[in-house]
């Protein structure tokens, strides 16, 4: 089916079995006592899995480098030997596995960090110190350290992180870069620290070692590098020595979105097809290439010659083996939300994936065959009772899933519909063709009642009965104008021009975003996409910016919540800014530290700071939080039945699909 994909891609050295490699990801594991064996096995299983080349997260290659307090370095014999148990791993499964060496510069959060030049980032707390020039030769060396340490510890190779505005980018970039020695000033003398990198890298590694170089094929940001000048580093780097050119999208500081849901799949792969045509290295596209499908179609069409997946490989680590066999409709696709892997990494967690929640996890929760074959009733489809009966039903249990509603879903049947989150109907997808290959016996459009589970054909009982929104009580909240955020999305619901949204939590922010469109979402149409956020393909000017283009909002939306201080504040640490950007684009009104007094025909009335104020409304949508339902729950237990509560019916505080999946899992490696 995918005869590009898998066409194994020749080095001279070496051979890569296909055209797919796993992208860095930092997953937290690298800075924990016992995470290298935990690595080993999360690596070992996408090895075996079929990808072509492993690249690692980011590993400084000295103390002023890296990320954070406390992670990673490579700067010892002793260091590189706790790599070991990861490289020996991969090679058993018969992979490959290169480690990427990322020196953070301005963007480390901790104290000691440095910077080619004097200006502190928009996004970090500290000061840089400015390298001196015998500093800038012996950050060359500690690169080339890490590298032959990489090497010794059983590498295949090393990737040099050189783009999303770390170290070697900055160095790279006019407007982080003010020396005025050799490493600054013209662009040649900017692209020196990078190049000479590469060089020695090379130099000291010998040739039969793979040595990619990320590229920053597009900066996003004002004074970034302009297309000629990435052509020329580029060929620079052939020359220097690397073996192949990765892409790197945006500096971290940049005001656009790249990885997030909301960005088009393979958005940003006509880059990287520019340059390949500039140069002779073979080119790794990357950012939201979540399919085979769409892999193969770059690859074929000559985009570039090999596709790097980073989250993908999170959410389904047997990803190439199952597009090999055939079965491409039984992967489980990465939906980009971000919230179990780079949030969590943001505060010092490790990474998992909201679909997957084994992920990094592989050493202490495990999906084994059950030992007695139970008869499981799970009660409720959403993304709690979903991934509880196909877990549990694969361990070889008897499960029946009851499901009210006339398709499975639950709350994804909401998110699906949101401008921007249309990956979420992947993860249906996915669990639909888990029920039938795992037998999960699924009787939908139907209620059940205590009265049947209770009658003794069930060994235990899993409640995973969701949430119903929660009615605030206000003042004519019975009126007809009055609307829940389900009647509105999903039941679609006829909604009025000036709308009051009462909530501002991630639903609040999601129906909000949803009744201020009127037309196609931009996610599945990459020219508006670009066009929304200022992304310029014909790359005039510096950093690839153009002009930002908003459409104006459908509706005139006013959104409240009665916390005071700033809206969204609880919205993902990485996407959260996304959602506030685009309603504070489309003009929707936020307002904070509101008591709501009444609703009328003329709106809604609240009070701030003492002062009443009426906000004219034709619809009112609630967003006010939800309530768990788990009115069987007492029944059952005084029958005696075994019951489970997982989900919303367990806790319905903030909606969290991350939890309620990862809750299933973790109760059906139980039962
Ligand atoms: N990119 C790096 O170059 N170095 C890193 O250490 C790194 N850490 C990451 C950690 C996480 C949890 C995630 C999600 C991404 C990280 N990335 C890192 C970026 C990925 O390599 C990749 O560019 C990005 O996730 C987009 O690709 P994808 O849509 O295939 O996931």
Redesign the pocket.
């Known amino acids: 089916r995918y005869p590009a994909l898998f066409s194994p891609l020749d080095l001279g050295f070496t051979t890569l079995n296909n055209r797919v490699i796993m992208?860095?990801?930092?997953?937290g594991l690298e800075d924990e006592p016992d995470g290298f064996n935990r690595l080993a096995a999360f690596y070992a299983e996408r090895a075996a899995g079929g990808v072509g080349l492993i690249v690692t997260?980011?590993i400084a290659p000295g103390a002023a480098g890296r990320t954070g307090p406390g992670s990673a370095v490579l700067m010892t014999e002793a260091q590189a030997e706790k790599h070991r148990p990861v490289t020996d791993a991969v090679h058993r499964n018969g992979g490959k596995i290169v480690m990427?060496i990322?020196h953070a510069g301005r963007y480390s959060a901790q104290s000691l960090l440095v910077s080619p030049g004097s200006g502190q980032a928009p996004i970090s707390s500290f000061a840089p110190h400015m390298l001196t020039a015998g500093e800038v030769e012996q950050t060359i060396g500690d690169f080339v350290r890490c590298a032959a340490l990489a090497r010794f510890a059983g590498y295949d190779g090393v990737e040099i992180?050189g783009s999303?505005g770390y170290l070697i980018n900055e160095f790279i970039a006019s407007q982080t870069n003010d020396r005025d020695d050799k490493w600054g000033g013209p662009y040649e003398n900017r692209i020196r620290f990078a190049v000479e990198i590469v060089r020695r890298v090379r130099e000291g590694a010998g040739p039969d070692f793979i040595l990619i170089y990320?590229l920053s094929m597009l900066d996003l940001v004002s004074g970034g590098s302009t297309f000629e000048e990435v052509i020329q580093l580029g060929k620079k780097m052939e020359s220097a020595g690397a073996t192949l050119l990765n892409t790197g999208i945006g500096w971290h500081e940049a005001r656009i979105p790249t990885?997030a849901t909301c960005v088009p799949r393979a958005a940003f792969a006509w880059v990287t097809k520019r340059l390949r045509a500039h140069v002779s290295l073979p080119v790794v596209a990357?950012?939201?290439?979540?399919t085979p499908e769409v892999a193969e179609t770059l690859l074929s069409e000559g985009y570039c010659d090999l596709i790097?997946?980073?989250?993908?490989f999170l959410a389904d680590p047997q990803f190439m083996r199952k597009a090999r066999d055939n079965r491409a409709d039984e992967i489980n696709i990465?939906i980009?939300c971000?919230q179990a892997?780079?949030d969590q990494?943001f505060v010092g967690k490790t990474?998992s994936c909201l679909v997957n929640p084994l992920a990094c996890h592989e050493t202490e929760l495990m999906i084994v065959p059950a030992a007695h074959r139970k008869r499981i009733a799970v009660v409720g489809a959403g993304p709690a009772g979903l991934s509880c009966a196909t877990t549990a039903a694969r361990r070889g249990h008897d499960v029946t899933l009851y499901e009210a509603a006339t398709e499975i879903g639950g709350q994804f049947n909401i998110a699906k519909k949101i401008p921007g989150k249309e990956e979420f109907h992947n993860t249906l997808a996915y669990f639909r063709r888990q029920i039938e290959l795992t037998g999960v016996k699924l009787l939908s459009g139907i209620r059940v009642g205590a009265e049947i589970l209770s009658v003794g054909s069930f060994d235990e009982i899993v409640l995973a009965t969701g949430v119903t929104p929660r009615i605030p009580n206000i003042e004519g909240i019975g009126l007809a104008k009055v609307l829940t955020y389900a009647e509105v999305v999903r039941d679609e619901r006829i909604v009025g021009q000036r709308v009051a949204v009462i909530g501002a939590g991630g639903i609040g922010f999601d129906v909000s975003e949803y009744l201020s469109r009127s037309s196609e979402s931009e996610t599945l149409n990459p020219a508006r996409f670009n066009a929304r956020w200022g992304i310029d393909t014909e790359y005039r000017l510096p950093g690839g910016l153009g002009s930002e283009c908003v459409e104006p909002s459908a509706r005139e939306i006013t959104m409240l919540q009665r916390k005071p201080g700033k809206t969204g504040e609880g919205l993902g640490r990485t996407t959260g800014w996304i959602h506030r950007a685009e309603l504070k684009a489309r003009r929707v009104m936020t307002m904070s530290g509101v008591t709501y007094r009444r609703i009328d025909e003329a709106g809604l009335h609240v009070a701030i700071a003492g002062q009443d104020r009426m906000i004219p409304a034709d619809t009112v949508v609630l967003c006010a939080g939800q309530e768990s339902l788990r009115e069987l729950y007492q029944p059952l237990s005084d029958a005696g039945c075994i019951v489970h509560l997982i989900g919303g019916a367990d806790v319905a505080v903030e909606l969290d699909a991350r939890r309620a999946i990862d809750q299933g899992v973790r109760l059906a490696a139980l039962l």
Do not use: D, F, K
Not at 23 to 27: A, C, I, K, L, P
Not at 308 to 312: N, T
């Open positions: 992208g860095s990801m930092h997953t997260g980011g990427q990322l992180m999303e990320r990885i990357t950012n939201r290439i979540n790097s997946m980073a989250r993908p990465c980009a971000n892997c780079l990494v990474a």
